[in-house]
């Protein structure tokens, strides 16, 4: 059944936003090596075992603020058909996130944002 994978933090200043989720949570929070600048988040549930990881992303200029959550799907081609036959639309058709999978961004019918994963080490750009 598909769960949430993972989850975005926009933000304007992405380190401002790291240093804040540190310090609130104690989140371990690294930056992603490679061209677009992105930060991943490793927690862990009440016993210390790893938990959902997450990350936080460079907003772009006029984007509403937020967290995505990113729900795990074995195909994302045939959730984007569900999303829109469902009544929601895509508004970031899938990309490849190189060796890590796919991933696209939707609108739920109230106008909620979320995404949809496709692990896939293969993933290519």
């Known amino acids: 059944m598909p769960t949430i ?18 310090t609130l949570f104690g989140w371990k929070i690294t930056p992603l090596p490679g061209p677009v600048p992105y930060h991943l988040i490793e927690t862990a549930d009440s016993e210390g075992s790893p938990g959902v990881g997450g990350g936080v992303s460079q907003r772009s200029e006029g984007e509403k603020g937020g967290i995505t959550n990113f729900i795990g799907v074995d195909s994302i081609e045939r959730y984007v058909a569900k999303v829109e ?39 290519r750009r």
């Open 5 to 22: 994978v993972h989850f975005d933090i926009s933000a304007e200043e992405p380190e401002r936003a790291r240093r804040f989720y540190e």
């Open 85 to 123: 036959e469902a009544g929601g639309s895509v508004i970031e058709h899938k990309w490849a996130v190189p060796g890590r999978g796919y991933l696209a961004v939707c609108l739920d019918t109230e106008g909620n944002r979320f995404g949809l994963w496709e692990e896939n080490a293969a993933a």
